[in-house]
């Protein structure tokens, strides 16, 4: 169910329930009919800057507790006996105009405090989200692991990858292995071919720095899009695109 931002947008907020954060295909349940307000944030802070984490913060109603993670009624699966409001579940946010759809937020669960505001006469639930650069930032090129929060709470796959090994190679290379190495799906990535190499990286290195070096050494530009997207644009992009002239 989408709602209506003004006369001519519609609005449809999504969660991934049923699905781990980086599966390629996704199962969306449409929570639209509880959302109160939108608050989305990317991009830099200046045109030399590098591009930081997005963020999203959904207000929802939980007039009936359904967005309580410790509830046991709605979104929960009964089968493992845990509630599937989890952080690093799958949040996209999408608008339609003029019969297409722009995706302007793609990224998964952080953090969801529960609040009762009007002296405890309502309650309200507020789903903040980040991009992938806060799953990225929280490994290294050495060791990669899947485990992520308590127990019964997501997985990002279903084994360990251990001992990267690199070389000097050209900057889209090395980034497409970083990314590679943490399991990011193939489908969501545009990345440009690099024009410079780089040499081998300190394996005590989180992946979101590693990759950050590729972006400098390449002159490049490096971030998640609104859909969600790992971008990289090598360093010929400003020259040749005429988005960027």
């Not at 309580?68 to 699966?77: A, E, F, L, V, W």
């Not at 991009?131 to 308590?150: P, R, Y």
């Not at 970083?178 to 969501?188: E, K, R």
């Not at 972006?215 to 490096?222: I, K, L, T, V």
């Amino acid at each position: 169910m989408s709602v209506a931002f003004d006369s001519n947008v519609t609005l449809t907020v999504q969660i991934g329930f049923d699905s781990e954060p980086f599966d390629a295909s996704q199962s969306f349940t449409d929570i639209s009919a509880y959302v109160r307000g939108i608050n989305i944030k990317r991009g830099r802070s200046n045109e030399l800057g590098q591009f930081v984490s997005g963020s999203c913060e959904l207000l929802l109603s939980n007039a009936d507790n359904r967005f309580n993670p410790t509830q046991t009624t709605h979104y929960y699966d009964s089968g493992n006996a845990r509630t599937k409001i989890q952080p690093l579940k799958t949040v996209k946010v999408t608008a339609r105009y003029s019969s297409t759809d722009y995706v302007l937020f793609y990224g998964f669960l952080d953090t969801i405090p529960v609040t009762y505001p009007a002296s405890g006469q309502d309650s309200v639930v507020n789903f903040r989200s980040v991009d992938a650069f806060k799953i990225f930032q929280s490994q290294t090129i050495q060791s990669v692991g899947w485990k992520v929060g308590k127990a019964g709470f997501s997985e990002l796959g279903t084994s360990t990858r251990l001992g990267y090994d690199d070389a000097t190679e050209l900057t889209s290379v090395r980034l497409t292995r970083l990314l590679n190495s943490i399991g990011f799906p193939s489908a969501m990535r545009t990345v440009n071919t690099g024009t410079m190499n780089i040499q081998q990286q300190v394996v005590t290195t989180n992946l979101l720095s590693a990759m950050r070096e590729c972006e400098e050494a390449e002159n490049a530009q490096f971030f998640i899009s609104g859909s969600g997207y790992a971008t990289f644009r090598n360093r010929d992009y400003k020259l040749s695109n005429t988005k960027a002239v």
